[in-house]
């Protein structure tokens, strides 16, 4: 079982490489797999507590505190949008160069809206001459997310709601574009990433960045597509 990579940790807290496919912590699901929370766990051989969370299918910047306190106090910079996440996707379509996206979501079906933002601005394009559907081309775009609020499947609703679904999304993107990355370049994951996570220490005060490096996938379609480094 390979390990997860650790990138950052102190006294209080432990951030890792969450791969993609993996959940962070167990929901009782046949096949689930052996979920973050478990492995960071027993890799520590301590308790860890979650203190945000990722959707199974993106990879990237995961935080755990190593005791309650510094639990509490990490949630709380959470809840009062402390902290700035950083995430790069690949969506269908030229998307504007930059953007607000505020759509309210809900977290399920018969849940109240509560507001969302997300800001993005668009870092590269690509266009593949191959046929999707009724175009004789395929476009796709590079962007750079900041959601300002963290709902549920926000970033994958939010391009959704803008006719810019994600790349590999199964349950808001679209299928023909899904298969395209997967016969053309052999890639079957959401091509979401969370590459940055920066926020105050709440014991040091001082300012704290955490950067995931670049997906392999975003790596390979980065050279494939002749993409500059971000």
């Known amino acids: ?17 969450k791969p993609a496919g993996m959940l962070v912590h167990r ?18 051989g301590r308790h860890v507590f979650p203190v945000h969370r990722l959707d199974r299918p993106t990879s990237g910047v995961l935080v755990f505190a190593l005791d309650p306190e510094s639990a509490a106090r990490l949630c709380a910079a959470f809840e009062s949008r402390a902290v700035e996440k950083r995430y790069l996707a690949i969506v269908r379509g030229y998307t504007e160069e ?18 969302a933002v997300t800001c993005y601005r668009r870092l590269a394009t690509v266009e593949l001459p191959i046929a999707v559907g009724r175009y004789a081309s395929a476009r796709y ?20 709601h803008i006719f810019h679904p994600l ?25 979401l990433a ?3 996570l920066t ?14 490096p670049l997906p392999p996938e975003f790596t390979q379609l ?8 971000v």
């Open 98 to 115: 930059s953007g607000i996206i505020d759509y309210a979501l809900r977290e399920e079906p018969h849940m109240p809206l509560q507001p």
């Open 167 to 191: 790349v590999g999304d199964t349950t808001h993107g679209e299928g023909r574009h899904n298969r395209l990355f997967r016969t053309e370049f052999g890639i079957d994951r959401l091509l």
């Open 27 to 44: 929901r009782g699901m046949p096949g689930e797999g052996i979920p973050v929370l478990q492995r960071v766990r027993d890799r520590l």
């Open 194 to 196: 969370a590459t940055d």
């Open 141 to 160: 775009s590079l962007v750079e997310a900041v959601p300002e609020t963290g709902r549920y499947h926000q970033l994958r609703k939010h391009f959704k």
């Open 199 to 212: 926020f105050t220490h709440p014991f040091s005060g001082e300012p704290l960045h955490l950067r995931a």
């Open 1 to 17: 079982m390979a390990r997860i990579p650790i990138l950052y940790q102190d006294e209080h807290y432990v951030a890792v490489d």
């Open 222 to 229: 980065f050279q494939q597509f002749g993409w500059p480094p």
